[in-house]
């Protein structure tokens, strides 16, 4: 790693040593800390990135404002995907030094609308670092084996096949591709995994829950990991308790996005997750102020080290909540999110108005989580219809069904009616991930 450092250019051994030890830091120096970084990008992009410095003008804004008077920071409009979108030349800096060390990334696009923006070597780096860093958490030290089911592009050139394969040896990892998940991908993965015995395994939330699924139908596969970290997707509370048993491990749920970083991360004391306050500052929203712990709100997010091409209040369409819990066990001291509700555009309505999250029938998930289920997905076709399409692995009991759908008409009453469907599968999303919820009312993207 240290010569990786010296051929490329890169520090990413450096920031991971960094944020080892700022994650100890006490409260008030970590505060002091994200204050100062928050102070030094937005000077960087009143002075260097066109769109900041005439949005700052134009609403009243100046850096120095902002160290007298940290609240004047929300005077600045969010900033959502389609500004990203039609402003991508005057997001960017104007500082030739550091766009030389840009490169452009295509988010996956979960909603049907993929994201291109750019990223600099600062935040590359960051990045890598504070994913290493949860490993650790979850058990993985640093080049120790670890396995990853995730995305993966179908068609890719061989001199970025060579370089993948390089950077996994590198990092002394495996991935199967979320993409093209079947029964010989996962044998595959199953044998791999048992061979090479990874430390963590790191995957979307609904691919991990496939391969449990898979490994419990097989009994001659007994795989075990120290840690899981589930990422990219909501973990439903009946999905996670699955997982943890068949693997016989915790999970450690991470909430990140392309854009941002790693946000925040759950610690081995599992009671909400730990927002990363140097690389991040976080603002929950609900009714245009500042939400308190356990109130769902709107998640704004200003990344504090991509200058290349700032994210100031950036808008992600999740909702979650400040944690209502103490210190953590941990020592880390580090605020936390409570929970992390998921995608507006998951959210369902109920006839009467009311907005409901995806996980609305609490407990009543656990039925579709059944070793008869290989998969689930449930769909608000209209106020009045429900449609719950299921893999089959065998016959699912009926009580299963009907535990279910008294639960959705419990939640949006008597009048709603509940449709099954039984496809050979549910297609992933253009992402590799998978939706358990999807209202055609909220077309958000």
């Given at each position: 790693m240290r010569l990786h450092q010296v051929l490329t250019g890169r520090h990413i051994l450096d920031q991971l040593i960094d944020l080892r030890r700022t994650q100890w830091l006490g409260r008030d120096e970590l505060e002091d800390l994200q204050n100062r970084k928050l102070i030094q990008l937005v000077e960087y992009a009143y002075q260097n990135v066109p769109y900041y410095h005439s949005l700052f003008d134009q609403v009243g804004f100046h850096p120095s404002d902002l160290k007298k008077d940290k609240t004047t920071f929300q005077r600045i409009p969010v900033l959502t995907k389609e500004i990203?979108?039609?402003?991508?030349?005057?997001?960017?800096?104007?500082?030739?030094?550091?766009?030389?060390?840009?490169?452009k990334v295509t988010t996956s696009g979960s909603t049907g609308h993929p994201l291109s923006f750019y990223e600099d070597s600062d935040f590359r780096d960051r990045f890598t670092a504070a994913v290493q860093l949860h490993?650790?958490?979850?058990?993985?030290?640093?080049?120790?084996?670890?396995?990853?089911?995730?995305?993966?592009?179908?068609?890719v050139k061989a001199q970025q096949a060579l370089r993948t394969r390089l950077i996994d040896w590198e990092w002394n990892r495996f991935i199967t591709n979320a993409f093209l998940l079947s029964d010989q991908s996962l044998e595959d993965f199953a044998r791999r995994v048992i061979r090479e015995r990874?430390?963590?395994?790191?995957?979307?939330?609904?691919?991990?829950?496939?391969?449990?699924?898979?490994?419990?139908?097989?009994?001659?596969?007994?795989?075990?990991?120290k840690g899981i970290i589930t990422s990219a997707e909501v973990l439903l509370p009946a999905v996670r308790n699955?997982?943890?048993?068949?693997?016989?491990?915790?999970?450690?749920?991470?909430?990140?996005?392309?854009?941002?970083?790693?946000?925040?991360?759950?610690?081995?004391?599992?009671?909400?997750l730990h927002v990363s306050l140097d690389c991040n500052y976080v603002e929950i929203i609900k009714d245009g102020k500042p939400a308190e712990p356990g109130e769902v709100g709107q998640i704004i997010v200003t990344n504090l080290d991509n200058r290349g091409m700032p994210f100031i209040r950036y808008q992600i369409n999740d909702e979650g909540a400040w944690s209502k819990s103490g210190p953590c066990p941990c020592g880390r001291s580090s605020p936390?999110?409570?929970?992390?509700e998921g995608r507006i555009v998951d959210t369902f309505l109920a006839a009467d108005g009311r907005k409901v999250w995806a996980g609305f029938a609490g407990a009543a998930y656990k039925c579709l989580v059944h070793p008869s289920i290989r998969q689930f997905q449930v769909v608000q076709e209209s106020l009045d219809c429900l449609t719950v399409?299921?893999?089959?692995?065998?016959?699912?009991?009926?009580?299963?069904?009907?535990?279910?759908?008294?639960?959705?008409?419990?939640?949006?009453?008597?009048?709603?009616?509940?449709?099954?469907?039984?496809?050979?599968?549910?297609?992933?999303?253009?992402?590799?991930?998978h939706q358990y919820?999807?209202?055609k009312l909220n077309s958000k993207p």
């Open positions: 990203v979108r039609s402003n991508q030349d005057a997001l960017q800096t104007t500082e030739i030094a550091r766009q030389k060390r840009m490169i490993l650790e958490w979850a058990g993985a030290e640093l080049w120790h084996k670890h396995a990853y089911i995730w995305g993966a592009g179908f068609e990874p430390d963590v395994l790191m995957g979307f939330a609904s691919s991990v829950h496939n391969f449990a699924h898979f490994v419990r139908q097989r009994p001659e596969f007994e795989i075990s990991f699955y997982i943890e048993e068949t693997f016989h491990c915790k999970i450690f749920n991470r909430y990140s996005t392309r854009e941002l970083d790693g946000i925040a991360c759950e610690c081995e004391a599992h009671d909400g936390k999110m409570g929970s992390v399409r299921i893999v089959r692995d065998g016959p699912v009991p009926q009580e299963n069904m009907d535990q279910f759908a008294c639960a959705i008409r419990r939640t949006f009453g008597d009048h709603v009616q509940v449709c099954w469907e039984f496809p050979e599968e549910i297609p992933v999303l253009p992402s590799g991930k919820a999807i209202s």
